[in-house]
């Protein structure tokens, strides 16, 4: 068993296992993937010192070289497998409304105008349009939707409310 002066009093193992929980919660407040393997690396260190005696070089040794073989293989595997979201446009509303109907609110003039789309309005980016009129939404470009006339007849398009 290591002398245990340079935490006062603390086992080691019990300082390993207090960073990986320290670490793990860490991660829950700064998702990033990278601190929970760091910490399952200290869990493991926890483990070893208590299972194995171990010096204090020892210790630090083995958490860097887990640590650095667990970040590594969860990169890969990560890579190998991607977490695909089941709604990759939740938080992009403008890419949302793409091929939407909109009605033109503000004439679109010099390339710019506003249009109402459901209960909001949204500054727009298109070909020249009279208020009234009807754009189809292409795209964004930040908080500004892109517009084109749509190749509609007058049946095909909403009723206005």
Same mark, same amino acid.
């Given at each position: 068993?290591?002398?245990?002066?340079?935490?006062?009093? /603390?086992?080691?193992?019990? *300082?390993? #296992?207090?960073? +990986? @929980?320290?670490? $793990?919660?860490?991660? %829950?407040? &700064? !998702?990033?993937?990278?601190? /929970?393997?760091?910490?399952? *690396?200290? #869990?493991?260190? +926890? @483990?070893?010192? $208590?299972?194995?005696? %171990?010096? &204090? !070089?020892?210790?630090?040794?083995?958490?860097?070289?887990? *640590?650095?073989?667990?970040?590594?293989?969860?990169?890969?595997?990560?890579?190998?497998?991607?977490?695909?979201?089941?709604?990759?446009?939740?938080?992009?509303?403008?890419?949302?409304?793409?091929?939407?109907?909109?009605?033109?609110?503000?004439?679109?003039?010099?390339?710019?105008?506003?249009?109402?789309?459901?209960?909001?309005?949204?500054?727009?980016?298109?070909?020249?349009?009279?208020?009234?009129?009807?754009?189809?939404?292409?795209?964004?470009?930040?908080?500004?939707?892109?517009?084109?006339?749509?190749?509609?007849?007058?049946?095909?398009?909403?009723?206005?409310?």
């Amino acid at each position: 068993m290591m002398p245990t002066g340079w935490l006062n009093g /603390i086992e080691p193992q019990w *300082a390993w #296992l207090t960073l +990986g @929980v320290a670490l $793990a919660g860490l991660e %829950m407040l &700064l !998702p990033g993937y990278y601190l /929970i393997w760091v910490a399952v *690396a200290a #869990l493991i260190t +926890g @483990v070893l010192a $208590a299972l194995t005696p %171990m010096t &204090l !070089p020892l210790e630090v040794a083995s958490f860097a070289v887990l *640590a650095v073989i667990t970040v590594f293989s969860a990169r890969r595997f990560l890579s190998d497998n991607p977490i695909v979201s089941s709604d990759p446009l939740m938080n992009r509303r403008g890419a949302r409304l793409a091929g939407q109907m909109a009605l033109v609110v503000q004439a679109i003039s010099h390339g710019s105008g506003r249009v109402r789309v459901g209960d909001g309005e949204w500054n727009v980016r298109g070909p020249d349009t009279a208020e009234g009129q009807w754009v189809k939404i292409t795209g964004n470009d930040g908080a500004t939707l892109l517009v084109e006339r749509p190749a509609l007849s007058a049946n095909d398009l909403p009723a206005v409310d």
